[in-house]
């Protein structure tokens, strides 16, 4: 069973410019929650979504947005990139949408901003 | 008062030795508790989940919850060397379909 995919694994960017990053999810699970991870803040909550909606946000500005399709895949862009939004962004699948639902995280998109 | 907090460590114990992570939470109507384990350059993984008050053993594993304390722990029984990771504790909010939020991790040393 393949697990979660997160494409790209790592990818440069340039200070205003934007990004999308690309999750899979394992085959079956409906929820994607996306996490941002600095060694000064941990892993912090961005959204999660389920059924092709969002259901729960983070603290996060209005540059980071995301959305989810009708096969669970999802996507998260981020606009204007600032030099702080340098990251690990991980992607995790849980089967079902909150309770007792395990999180299987993908590998990450290492995001660095110049 | 951050979420879910966690002391960031390192804490350093010897092989063999019970090593004791311990996390609190501000959230009092919180339902579900985990602890993932993170190895350096690696994603986290879950090891142990937990919902009613008291003790859950998994192997070399305990996992200890005490609602009216905000508290949850995680015990590590005959440590070794692998068990070398940051700790992630994780909880769930008061609405079961809440966010899971997590603390900054405890790095665990374990010396041979």
């Known amino acids: 069973k393949a697990g979660v995919t997160q494409t790209p694994r790592y990818l440069i960017k340039t200070r205003g410019q934007q990004v999308t990053l690309s999750c899979s999810p394992i085959s079956g699970h409906r929820s994607v929650s996306w996490y941002q991870q600095t060694p000064g803040q941990g892993l912090q909550f961005l959204f999660e979504y389920f059924s092709e909606t969002q259901r729960n946000k983070g603290n996060f500005p209005g540059r980071f947005s995301g959305r989810q399709f009708s096969n669970s895949r999802s996507e998260m862009n981020v606009s204007t990139l600032e030099l702080g939004d340098s990251a690990l962004y991980l992607c995790a699948s849980s089967l079902i949408l909150g309770g007792a639902g395990e999180l299987f995280f993908g590998e990450g998109s290492r995001l660095t901003v110049l | 008062q951050k979420e879910v907090e966690q002391n960031s460590g390192p804490l350093s114990v010897p092989e063999g030795a019970i090593a004791s992570l311990n996390c609190t939470y501000s959230d009092r109507g919180s339902q579900s508790f985990f602890w993932y384990r993170q190895y350096s350059g690696k994603s986290p993984e879950l090891i142990m989940s937990i919902y009613s008050n008291g003790d859950k053993e998994d192997g070399r594993f305990t996992a200890q919850l005490n609602k009216a304390s905000q508290y949850v722990s995680l015990l590590i029984r005959d440590s070794q060397p692998s068990d070398s990771a940051t700790y992630l504790c994780?909880?769930?909010?008061?609405?079961?379909?809440?966010?899971?939020?997590f603390g900054q991790g405890t790095t665990l040393q374990v010396k041979p």
């Open positions: 994780a909880v769930r909010g008061s609405s079961n379909t809440g966010k899971l939020i």
